[in-house]
T-cell receptor, first 112, second 113 residues
Framework: GAGVSQSPSNKVTEKGKDVELRCDPI?????LYWYRQSLGQGLEFLIY????????KSGLPSDRFSAERTGGSVSTLTIQRTQQEDSAVYLC??????????FGPGTRLTVL | GENVEQHPSTLSVQEGDSAVIKCTYS??????FPWYKQELGKGPQLIID???NVGEKKDQRIAVTLNKTAKHFSLHITETQPEDSAVYFC????????????WGAGTKLIIKP
């Protein structure tokens, strides 16, 4: 079946612009994560959605970052007024039960 | 706060030899320890995991060992093959959480032909 998809695969933007990154989780997966992966670093947790529960936003680095998940499926991560330090690969993962997370291929964001 | 340290950052081994990657964690309440493999241009993929009530788990050429007293766990890959070349990440659950993980910084494994 189809895995987790993310779009765009690459995004180049200018400092100060807003960007939206999209994640389509595996159908039926109730849990969804966003991570940030900087070069040579591990995965930095950003936000977690589980069903209709309030999301865990504890990993969002600043109020310029926000995410929503509509209808319990597609999620959008928005970064406002992008800065150069926001350049990274943004990964989305979904999970249905248990522990295993299924990752998408990521969106590589470059802020000039 | 909780953290996971992973070593080495880069590991180069001859094809056919074994590779070992080690992680230490700080949260004594962690009870779930997965290993993910990330190939170039792809997202990480779970390859093996272990729970705190088990000391070792094997799956063909891959094994993971856990020492809860010392708070460290290791990934062992035997008879390495070119397709094992990738970045490997360890992670540990935050306490008894079934959804929050703390991730290591990754190990780039290079298999030399």
């Amino acid at each position: 079946g189809a895995g987790v998809s993310q779009s765009p695969s690459n995004k180049v933007t200018e400092k100060g612009k807003d960007v939206e990154l999209r994640c389509d989780p595996i159908s039926g997966h109730t849990a969804l994560y966003w991570y940030r992966q900087s070069l040579g670093q591990g995965l930095e947790f950003l936000i977690y959605f589980q069903g209709n529960s309030a999301p865990d936003k504890s990993g969002l680095p600043s109020d310029r970052f926000s995410a929503e998940r509509t209808g319990g499926s597609v999620s959008t991560l928005t970064i406002q007024r992008t800065q150069q330090e926001d350049s990274a690969v943004y990964l989305c993962a979904s999970r249905i039960s248990g522990f295993e997370q299924f990752f998408g291929p990521g969106t590589r964001l470059t802020v000039l | 706060g909780e953290n996971v340290e992973q070593h080495p950052s880069t590991l180069s081994v001859q094809e056919g030899d074994s590779a070992v990657i080690k992680c230490t964690y700080s949260d004594s309440a962690s009870n779930y320890f997965p290993w993910y493999k990330q190939e170039l241009g792809k997202g990480p993929q779970l390859i093996i995991d272990i729970r705190s009530n088990v000391g070792e788990k094997k799956d063909q050429r891959i094994a993971v060992t856990l020492n809860k007293t010392a708070k460290h766990f290791s990934l062992h890959i035997t008879e390495t093959q070119p397709e094992d070349s990738a970045v490997y990440f360890c992670a540990a659950s935050i306490g008894g959480s079934n959804y929050q993980l703390i991730w290591g910084a990754g190990t780039k494994l290079i298999i030399k032909p």
